[in-house]
């Protein structure tokens, strides 16, 4: 699996990383129709890092398999 850096002059990396600090609750949708909610912890160049509730351990999303990403409320 080739790996490249994450580029923090595109604008959907830098949203992504302000979701991540202010922790904003978000919708993910996956290609194969699997919908999740939650906060991104992490990001890197091949997966999401979402934890669906306070105790719930965190589940790495392939950035592939992601359809959509919208904020709650």
Known sequence: MESH???????????LQDW??????????????????????????EFLALRTSPEAPLLLMGRRAVALIRQLG
């Open 5 to 15: 850096a994450l580029d923090p002059s595109l604008p959907g990396v830098r949203q």
């Open 20 to 45: 991540i600090r202010e922790r904003t609750p978000l919708h993910v949708q996956l290609i194969d129709g699997t919908a999740l909610g939650g906060c991104l912890h992490w990001q890197d160049p």
